[in-house]
C-alpha cells in the first residue's frame, strides 16, 4: 500500500521561505502525477501545485510564480519550494496523486506569520 509522508513546514515572517518534501513509497512513483494540496481552517482543501511523471508543472493562480513543483523519481520524492510567502499561505500542507487516488497523510503545518 502506497503511502505518503510530508515534512518541512514551520513558521516563517512573510516574505519567507520553506522547501516541504513528500515522500512516497510504491514503484509507480515515477510514472504517476503528483500534487501539493493545502487545507486552511475552515477552509476546503485546494490543490495548489501539480507536477506529471514527464515534469509538466500546474499551478493555482494563487502560486504562481511563487511557489515550484519538482520531483526527484529516484528518491520518490516531490518538492515544494516555496517563495515570498504570505499570511493567506497559512495551512497544512498534503500531497497525492493527481487525480487523488491515496490516503491522505498527515500533512505538514505552514503558518506565515509575524
Known amino acids: 500500500q502506497v503511502q505518503l509522508v510530508e515534512s518541512g513546514g514551520g513558521l516563517v515572517q512573510p516574505g519567507g521561505s520553506l522547501r516541504l518534501s513528500c515522500a512516497a513509497s510504491?514503484?509507480?512513483?515515477?510514472?504517476?502525477?503528483m500534487g501539493w494540496y493545502r487545507q486552511a481552517p475552515g477552509k476546503q482543501r485546494e490543490l495548489v501545485a501539480a507536477?506529471?511523471?514527464?515534469?509538466?508543472?500546474d499551478y493555482a493562480d494563487s502560486v504562481k510564480g511563487r511557489f515550484t513543483i519538482s520531483r526527484v523519481n529516484a528518491k520518490n520524492t516531490v518538492y515544494l519550494q516555496m517563495n515570498s510567502l504570505k499570511p493567506e499561505d497559512t495551512a497544512v500542507y498534503y500531497c497525492?496523486?493527481?487525480?487523488?487516488?491515496?490516503?491522505w497523510g498527515r500533512g505538514t503545518q505552514v503558518t506565515v506569520s509575524s
Open positions: 497525492n496523486t493527481r487525480p487523488i487516488s491515496i490516503g
Open positions: 510504491g514503484s509507480i512513483f515515477s510514472i504517476t502525477a
Open positions: 507536477i506529471t511523471g514527464v515534469d509538466i508543472t
